[in-house]
């Protein structure tokens, strides 16, 4: 139950649409925040239950450690996660798992299941410790593949003589070894993927387009200098029937993403703000089945 109380900020009516996806995580993920949530809920605790009277300091390292390694763990996926709110700070996005990710949960969820079933035999504490164990180990591994993937989209990109601005990695769904890179040019972004189980060769990238003018037109609007901020500048601008579409490029493939808003449309002679609507994504459940055949497959 302390492990999701963070996310319940996800109920919360912030305003509009891009509100509501730029300040979840925020204050209830905060490194700042949580600590001061787990003394109060400890205290609470220890008046009106008598176990955590009984062992107080494990009682508090528990609720501690139940709140403040949530944001952690978010922190290494690609959405965002404003560790240091109220600190006007770029979110924290690590990204060296997908926001799912069965090797990391399932065996923390064994764990679970040994102590709701056999709390008291000695063979459930060496199930928990070895399901964490496992579970730690495969978070070390996703920095390890990060770090190849980078490697090779750098040699890749050097080799070809693009140059761009930043680089972003993530692995794509439910793995950690098929991983997409993008990088920011000039004139919009590039996409390669890498997978680490096959040599494939040189990385390959493909281009594409962002109307930077028009971004750059409409730069003084809130809605696209929070999207720009909460997504360390890694989106694209598109004109769609006058109106300015921004798109979070780190949460998706080409051409599906899974965030896309339009903030404003377009005036004479100025962009004009509009109420921000969140353009949904009807997902393929082929899009799946094309990364699975990609992990053992070059293009």
């Known amino acids: 139950m302390l492990g999701t109380l963070p996310d319940l900020d996800i109920f919360i ?34 008046r009106w239950w008598a176990p955590v009277r009984a062992a107080p300091r494990p009682w508090f390292a528990g609720i501690f450690l139940a709140l403040v390694t949530h944001p952690l763990i978010d922190a290494h996926t690609a959405y965002g996660t404003q560790l240091l709110w109220p600190l006007a700070v770029t979110p924290t996005s690590w990204a060296t798992m997908f926001i799912i990710d069965p090797l990391f949960t399932l065996p923390l969820i064994v764990g679970v299941i040994a102590l709701s079933g056999w709390a008291l035999r000695p063979s459930a504490s060496k199930v928990v410790v070895a399901g964490l164990a496992l579970s730690s180990a495969y978070l070390g591994w996703t920095w390890v593949a990060k770090t190849l993937a980078e490697q090779q989209a750098h040699s890749a990109l050097a080799d070809a003589g693009v140059e761009y601005r930043a680089m972003f990695s993530t692995p794509t769904p439910l793995n950690s070894v098929l991983w997409r890179v993008v990088v920011l040019t000039d004139d919009g972004y590039a996409e390669g993927f890498d997978s680490l189980l096959i040599d494939e060769g040189r990385m390959a990238f493909r281009t594409y387009a962002s109307d930077t003018r028009a971004l750059a037109e409409a730069s003084d609007l809130w809605a696209v200098q929070r999207l720009r901020w909460f997504a360390a500048d ?12 921004i798109t979070d490029l780190r949460m998706g493939q080409e051409p599906s993403y899974v965030f896309r808003h339009v903030v404003a449309e377009r005036g004479n002679p100025h962009w004009k703000p509009l109420e921000p609507e969140r353009l949904m994504l009807l997902f393929d459940r082929g899009d799946l089945g094309a990364v699975w055949q990609r992990i053992l497959h070059a293009e």
């Open 234 to 245: 890694f989106i694209r601008a598109d004109v769609e029937d006058g109106r300015l579409v």
């Open 13 to 46: 009516d912030f305003g509009d649409a891009v509100r509501n996806f730029t300040y979840h995580r925020g204050f209830s993920h905060s490194l700042f925040v949580l600590p001061g949530v787990a003394v109060v809920i400890w205290l609470a605790l220890r």
